[in-house]
Structure formats: structure tokens, C-alpha cells
């Protein structure tokens, strides 16, 4: 009983997964101390540590990059085209000569940003969703009525129907690639949270059936209270995952959005259209599918095992091990 | 006794190769991959061209035209002409006469009936036909005997092959379509898949968009074609995929439409199992300058129509730069290779049409500048161009294309040097090439300041083709956005050209005008700058033989005559 | 639990007949025309003609109205008719496609079959591997087994199907020649011979399709199992003596396969959806080819009825995962 660890419930585990805004400001020192634990499990997670730093190193890459590799992405240089390796450009150009390495770092703001925009919004609207239906019974039949027609819903068309309402507006609003993002991330957000919704609600109908749950609502704890603090912590794990896949998704839905003349305009480097420009060129420069390929693949594992890592950090049972 | 065998060997391959050619379907199948693939085998239902070379196979017209665009017989006995008096003196009827050796592939004679009925099948208001515009401006259609079919015009036409002539317009069996008229045309499913035809093969089964299999027509006119006993017409995936199963596996033997980047398809054939080529017809990938204002502050009803000049693009100073900054062969080398030329025309063919201008081929950025400075355009603090508070930017849009993508990149890099700034955008091509007059994003409503896209005509007479250029045929909400003049060219003196064009009889002053009017788009207005001329590209195998790519007809126009070569 | 069977079957009908309407009423507003393909030879006036030959002059509540008759008397009566040999739908119009100008209904019955084996039998191999694999990372974790099984799901699942299926054809269709690269819908299983064709085209496209189901699936698997073994149930199971076996494969496994139920209930109407850029990349043209040819044409009757059939499958499976929750877990009640 030495380790404070061992004092921390199921109860308390809850308030990790709560914003800290949401609990009360009254006791800081305790809250902090179990922060300070979650970092230490996470640290001691050897996959999760590596993954962190990759993942920071990709970020880096993306953002600080083009500040000390100033190639403008967009410049043609058509002398240069179709280079290898060199000092003037490392990972050599594309078919308009292009330089490679100013274009990976573009597509991977873009990218990333969309991933982890996308993703959060469908993972939002999704837990949100899916809390509510297995949560509160009346609203169950609707919100699942709601789900299935998104599920049913033929995505292509909405997509161009979004795009063709709301790109003008919206690029008038904001500007033409931040509108452009906006409706990107809502586009790819806003039609993929079913799936989530789905097994959200899922694990809620058999958690609430549970006796900490019953348990809690004898005290009289308020529905609020009871889904941030007993339910949420519980469906973290299929959360996570899906979040983890989401951001795969994402980024391979933009290329695709951006094939079918939705997503960014064309000079807009991002890396899932790099990957489907370069294909039918496999063959003679592999080097143009290998790397935007192994960016994707590599951010997608690093956001896997740093979910990995807090979902153990954050579990009580195993943080006491 | 080794030498006997050699011997042997040679006295039989020289007795089997010649069987070999001479032979109805003595060599095995023939595979097409179509990667768009054939929706039916009836070309007046679709229009589109995967199905009027998919047709193509079973159906035929009066007449055709060769490689070389030039018209020959199918069905046809001999053409028309003056001077066999096929051709009226007033030039209002044209008179054909039919082969009497052709029957269909069930077996029934084809007749100057079976003319007749495709032709009111077509003409039918109810029935939807895509060709319709080939048989405009015909009065009366009949047939004289079983084996002359007379066609009169309303008006004096000084070329009266359109109907009939071509893969576009081939005859239907009067007998398999007779219940299929106006209303019912969709209908008849069985029918538009299944068409009995004169042409050398015979469907077996269609299933849509996806597999034709067909087999040599029993009752074709030449008895020892086809040599191919039967065709496997396959659809589906992409262009590159397609061109990998001829150049690189050998599953298929020939590939329609594969558009791919050069050192692609360079890498391809290295295999060495085939080889890609390409005919020119007369497509031309080129740019539209939008002369009137596309500014979206302007109220839907008059937005991008003639009542706003273009605020900068009206200058032409400024669109001749544009066009001066463009190096058209890089444009080639890097989009098209062998597939593609460069061009400053409109109409690049015929030969007497085409007209001797070239002025645009080399790039000129330092003129363009120039130019520029000359016409009052001054460079801003960001090295865009503008005067009296107008800044040279501009959005430039064209379909989802990989090809296009990079012009558009190359293009915008260019006038970025002589100070405008592009915007680039790209739209699904079904709907930039659809017509909904709802959608923003169409190349008639042409919401941007330049487009980019190729067309071409059909046959080999381009005065329609010219005659879009109209003021009346500039796309507004009063044609309900549907006008082919997209660029909003108009002046009177075209309009004036354009009817008298109509009215021009001779072939050499037609073209002479023809060359002068498009001239007057291209050079002299820059109101349409042409990028490159473009061949349609399709990889064959090297094992086939026969194939003679047509740009002016159906691309597999003598399917007939192909075998299998010798190996 | 067979009361709320028949509720919510019920309630299906409404939910149905609306999003049919919300489905039709989005294929009208989104832009594209079905004559986009028809090449810009052809002039506006004939274009018009076309449309009208099309129906489309017609206003949209009769068209729908005229839909919802096809779909639900004329095809009934006209599958009747084919089974008994009747003439009740004599002279009535069936689904026509914009596109083809043939039923809809008889085009995706040309397609089923190759959906069916290709998509269908990738999603058993995807889920027969996935759940072992799942299982054994979960009961393993941090073990060899569960790093390499993380890796390769996690690039099955972020390497795009146009990047693998190319890559594929490339190793082992065009260098190694083993397999070929253009699936032949024609071909009939009559022999050994031509069964073993049809393994050889089916090897590749089920391959990059099952990779990618299994990486989904096995992730969900082992969260759920990871979550559940470190329940306390499991150390009293275990504390009364049950063997590791019966621990983990009938305690642990029953009460992790919710969310895994969930997502594979969410995956086989997918599967008769189609499998869009694989099957376009192996050219096995299957529902999800017409799916998207159809999109792209702005084909109004097949793409509407494609996704009603969809959307019907939906509704239908999550009906089913929702009684299988009740029968993983009895606690969970609907009534």
C-alpha cells in the first residue's frame, strides 16, 4: 500500500480520462501526482516511448522541416525532372521536377493535420453518439435510426454535394486552402463515425448492465457525472482503436477526395495523393512510392502504440503491476 | 536425316501459313481490353465512344472512313458522286446504292429497307438518338429499289456524308428493331445488347459494362474473314492496368485508350511483347480563355455572361502573353510523347483545313513580358502583375486528370514568370463534362477565368465544329447554360463568316474560310489557345497483325482483316 | 426478445422508406448529368432529346413515386412471373438503367455472383484470421507474436488497396507470371482444371482485400480481450481451477466479442457493396464497379436501388448484431 498507485479505483481512473476542467480545481496536488503516474507507466512502455519519439520526429519533420529546407514544393523545375538522390535534392524530384523532399514535408502537414482533424471529429460525433443511444434508452432507437442512414447513405454523391454547397462559401470565408480544410475535415468527419457510434453503444448496453454502475446510480450520481466519469474510461480501449484506424482512413480518404477533384487543388501536395500519383510509375522510381508509403505506415503505427501506451498508462489494474 | 526434319518442317509451315491467313477463324481468340468499359452494343442509345467501337464489331454503315480519313464503301456498292450521279446537280439528294451480296448474320438479306427504318428509328422524337444530329436537315429518306436508298435534304448540302457514314451512324436490321421505335427503344434490352449485324462478328453474350464475348459472323461477306474464330471484349480498371495486360503479361492483345505518361509506357514496352501507337484525328487539347466575369459578386443571372466583359482577360494583350509564355513541345514531351503534337489550331485537320500557323510554338517569356509592360500591366511589390487596382490572378480549371494535373502545374509555373498568379482547380469529370445546369462547376458555366479540355468533330468536315463559336451560342442562363461557345467569343464579322461558310459550296474555299476563321479564335484573338494536338493511343500485341489505327472512324475499323502473326 | 425482433422489423419500414427518399433526394441535388459521357460532339439540342428519352423531364415527386411502384410491384410481380411462368407484370416498366438501358435488377444479378466470391470470401479469410490472431496477441501481449502482428496489421491497414493490389500484380502477375492479373468474369467452374483457374484469379485480389479486413477486425480483438483478461472475473475463473483454455476461449472470448460482433455486422453489407478499388484494380467488375460506374454516370435508378438494397442489409445485420449483444451478454435487454 506504499505506492499510491494501488489507492487509485476504477472510480478515480476516471478522472484521468476527464478534461481537467471537468473536475474540480479544489485539489490539484492529488490530480497531478496521478498525471505524474500515467507518465511514468507510459515511459516504462518501451513501444509507446520509441513510437512518441518517431511520432515527434515526423511532426518536426513536417513543421520545421520547410523552414530549413526552403524549396518552394510547388516549383517546377523541368530541367530537374525525374532525378535521383542528390545534394541539391536529396530524395530527388518528381516527374515536373518537383524536389521530393520539400513535397513530403508539405503533404505531411497537410496529411497530418487532416488525420488527426478527421479522425477526432468522427471519434467525437461517434462516442457522443454512441454513449447517448446505449446510455439513455429513448434516445437509442433514433440515433440508431440516424445512424443507419449515414451508413446507407452513398458516399460520392454527398461528397460532391457538400463540396458543390460549401466550397465557394466557405473558401470565400476563410480562404482557399483553410476553407478547403475545413471542408475536407467535416466531409471526412461528418461520414465516418457510424462505425464507431456502432461499438460505442455496443460496449455501453453491456456496461451499464454492470454492478459499479448500478452501484453508482444508488448513490444517486447524475447521468452526466455517470458517462464522464464510469462510462467514457470504460470504452476507451475500442475508442482508441478506432481512433488509431480512423487516422489511417483519413488520410487515404483525402487522397481519394482529392482524385475525384474534392479535396485540395492539384498543386497541393499531401501524401496519399503522392502515393496515387506515383503508382503507375512504380516500377521506374520505386523511391516515389516508397517514402510517402512508409510515412503513412509510420505514423499510423506510431499513433497505434502510443494509444496502446496510454490506454495501459491510464488502466488502474495495470498501472499497479 | 536431321535435314529431313528441317525439311518436313519447312514444306509444312509454308502449306499451314498461308492456311493459316486464309482461314475463318483458324486463329484462336482476340482479346480487347476496354478498361471504360461498353454499357451496349447500340450506339444510337449511348453516343458514347467505347460504344460505338464495341458496335463497331457486329454493326455497319453505308461507308467508312480509312486511316487516312478518307471515306470509302461498306454496305455501299460504290460512294455517291457527281459523276456517277449518286450526288444531285442542286446538291439536295444524295442517292446510295446497296451491295447485293450482304446478308445479316441470321441469315436474311439486307436491304434498302433495313436503311429506311434506321433512319426513322433515329429521326423518331420519342426515342432519345444519340446521332441525331447526323440525320438534321433531312426531308424525306426512301428506298427506290430493295437495293438504292434515296436521301433528300431540305436544303442544298455540299456534304451530304453524315448519315450513315461512320461507326456513329451504322445500320440497324429493320426486321430485330421493328418494335423497338420512339418510347420503346429502351426497352428492348435484348435487343440493344444482342444486335444482329453485317459486320464479322456476332455477339454470344454481352453482359454491361463488363464482358462481350463474340464469335466470327457465319454469314460474313468474305468468306475466309475473320480470321479470329471468336473476341473477348473485357472492361474495367484504369488505363495503366489495361496497357500492362498487353505490353507486359500478354493477357489481352489489344488495349483502347491507354493514356499514360511516356516514360510509363517506354517502361512498358521494354517487355517487348507490344508496342503502343497512335492516330491522329483532329482532337486538340487546348486552353479556353473566359472573356466575360466570372466573379462570384455578380448576381447568378449575368455572372460569367456577356453583359460583364472580363476584367483583365478582354485585354488582348494580356491573353496573347498567356498564350506567348507556354512552351507547348515540353508540354508534349512530358504529357503525350508520340501521342501528341503541338499546336496553334483549332482544327488541326484535315490537311486543307489546317492552317499554316505557328507562331505560338516557341515559348517567348521575355516577349510576353514585354508585351505586358507595353500594354500597361505593371509589376506589384509580389511580382503580380496589375493596373488601376486590377491584379492578374486567376483560376484555372480543368477535369481530374493526371495529365492535365501536370500542365496545370507546368502551365501556372510559366505565367507565374510574366507575373500572373494562377489558382488551380479540378473538378470529377462527370461533372465538368456533365450539363447540369444546377451545378457550378461545368465547363459551359465556366465559373474561372481559363478551362482546359480537348474536343474534336466527328467525320471529316469541321464546319459545325466552327460554327460553336457564335454569339448566340455563348452559355447563358437564357440557353439554359447549354451553348457550345464556351470561351463567349463574339463578333459579328465570325457570325457573318459563319453563315456564309454554310452557303460556300467548293471544297477549296471552304477550306480557305475554314483556315480563316480559325484563325481568327486562335492567333488573332487568342480566345481558344491550343496546346496539343492529341492521337488517341492503344497498345496491340506484337502478335497481332492487321491493326491500322483510325482516328476518324471506329478505332478497330477493319477488326475483320486482323490475325495472328506467325510466330 | 422476439417482440422487439418484430418491433424493430416494423419500424424498418418507415426508416426505409425515408432514407430511400433522402437517398433519391441527394442523388437529385448532387451536380453531374447522365449524359457527361456522351462526347461533346454532340450538340445541346440532341442532349436534350436524350434527357427526355431519360424521364428526366418529369418532376421529382413523380419519378420517386414512379421508382418506389417499380421497386416494390413491378419487380415482386415480375420474379413472380419468371418462378411460375404468370404474366401478372406484362407490359409494366421495370428499373431501366440510364446507362445500359437494361433492368437494374438483371445487371446486379450478373454481378452478385463474382462479389460474392471474391469480396465474400476474402471477409471469412480476414475474419478466420483475424480472430486467432486477435486472441493470441491479447493473451500475448508485448510477446513477439503480438509486435509482428501489430506491424503487419497496421501496414495491411494504412497502405491503401490501390498501392498493394498494383504492387501484387506486379511481383506476381507481370514477373512471376503466376497469377493473372485480369479476372475473367466468364469463366465457368466445370472441372479441376477451370477450378483451379478460378482459385489462381480469385488468389490476389482475396489476398489484399482479407489483409486489410484482418487488420481491422484483429484490432478490435485484442482490445476487447485485453480489456477483459484483466477483469476480476477472470482470476476467480481461474481461481476456481478452470483450465487456461476454457479461461480464455469460453469466459474471455464470449465478453469480447461485442465490439468485434459490431464491426463484422458493419462489414458484410460492405461486402455485398463491393469492394470498389480492388475490384477495379483486378477488373473483377462486381457490385461495387457498377457501384461506382454507375456514380460516376449519374445513373439515378441503379444507384438508388444499388443503395436501397444496401441500405436494406444494413438495417437488417444491425438488427442481427443487436439480438447477438443479448445472446453474448444476457444482461444487455431491449424490452
Known sequence: ???????????????????????????????????????????????????????????????????????????????????????????????????????????????????????????????????????FRRLDGPLMRVTELFLALPLLPLLLLMVTLFREPLSQTFGAAFGIFLLIVSAIGATSWMQAARIVRGEVLGLKEREFILAARSIGTPSHRMILRHILPNVMSPIMVAATLGIATAIITESALSFLGLGFPPDFPTWGRLLYDAVDQMVLYPSRVIFPGVLISLTVLCVNYIGDGLRDAMDPRIRGR | MKLRTVLMGAVASLTMAPAAFAERGSDGQLGLIMWQAPTTMHPYLSGGTKEVIASSLTLEPLAGYDAKGTI??????????????????????????????????????????????????????????????????????????????????????????????????????????????????PTCTEQNFNPVGTGPFRVTEFLTNDTISLEANPEYRDPDKPAFATVLVKGGGDAAGAARSVLETGEFDYAWNTQLAPDVIAGMEAAGRGKVTAAFGSLVERLHVNLTDPSPNLPAETRSTLEHPHPFLSDPAVRKALSMAIDRELLVEIGYGPAGKATCNYVPAPAAWASENTECLTQDIEGANALLDEAGWVKGGDGIREKDGVRLSMLYQTSVNAVRQDFQALIKQWWSEIGVETELKTIDASVFFGSDAGSPDTLQKFYADIEMYADNFDGNNPAPYLSKHTCNKAPSPANQWQGENTSRFCDPEYDRMVSELEGIVDADERAAMGRKMNEMLTKDTNAIIPLVYRGTASAHSNTLEGVQLNAWDSEIWNVADWSRAAE | MLNFTIRRLLLAIPTLLFISLVIFLLLEASPGDPLGDVPLTVPPEVRDRMRAALGLGEPWPIRYVLWLKQFFWVEPLYWFDQAFGTGFSDGMQRIISFQSRSPVFDVIAQRVPQTLTVVGMSYVVGILIAIPIGILSAYKQYSWFDQIGTFVSMIGFSMPTFFTGVVLIIIFGVNLQWFPSVYDTTLQVRDWDSFMAQVRQMVMPVTVLALYNAAQISRFMRSSMLDNLGQDYVRTARAKGLSERVVVLKHVLRNSLIPVVTVIALGLPAVFGGAIITEQVFKVNGLGQLLITAIHGNDIPMVLTLTFIFAILIVVFTLIADILYGVLDPRIRYD
Request: include cysteine; glycine fraction near 8%; aromatic fraction near 8%.
Open chain 2, 72 to 185: 470509302y464503301p461498306r454496305l455501299a456498292a460504290e460512294l455517291p458522286s457527281l459523276e456517277n450521279g449518286g450526288i444531285a446537280e442542286d446538291m439536295t439528294s444524295v442517292t446510295w446504292k446497296l451491295r447485293d451480296d450482304i446478308k445479316w448474320s441470321d441469315g436474311t438479306p439486307f436491304t434498302a429497307d433495313d436503311v429506311v427504318f434506321t433512319a426513322n428509328y433515329c429521326m423518331d422524337p420519342d426515342g432519345g438518338c444519340s446521332q441525331l444530329a447526323k440525320f438534321e436537315g433531312i426531308k424525306t429518306i426512301e428506298a427506290v429499289d430493295p437495293h438504292t436508298v434515296k436521301i433528300t435534304f431540305n436544303a442544298p448540302r455540299p456534304d451530304p456524308f453524315s448519315a450513315f457514314v461512320g461507326a456513329q451512324s451504322p445500320i440497324l436490321q429493320k426486321a430485330q428493331f421493328e418494335n423497338c421505335t420512339g418510347a420503346n427503344a
Open chain 1, 1 to 135: 500500500m506504499t505506492d499510491p498507485a494501488d489507492k487509485t479505483t476504477t472510480l478515480t481512473a476516471g478522472n484521468a480520462a476527464t478534461p481537467a476542467a471537468a473536475s474540480p480545481p479544489v485539489a490539484p496536488s492529488p490530480n497531478r501526482s496521478q498525471w505524474g503516474d500515467v507518465w511514468r507507466q507510459f515511459r516504462s512502455h518501451r513501444g509507446a516511448m520509441v513510437a512518441l519519439v518517431l511520432f515527434v520526429g515526423i511532426i518536426l519533420f513536417v513543421s520545421v522541416g520547410p523552414l530549413i529546407w526552403r524549396m518552394d514544393p510547388t516549383f517546377v523545375d523541368i530541367r530537374a525532372r525525374n532525378q535521383g538522390f542528390s545534394l541539391a535534392h536529396p530524395l530527388g524530384t518528381d516527374q515536373l521536377g518537383r524536389d521530393m523532399l520539400a513535397r513530403l514535408m508539405a503533404g505531411g502537414q497537410v496529411s497530418i493535420a487532416v488525420g488527426l482533424t478527421a479522425m477526432a471529429i468522427a471519434i467525437f460525433i461517434g462516442s457522443l453518439i454512441g454513449v447517448s443511444a446505449g446510455y
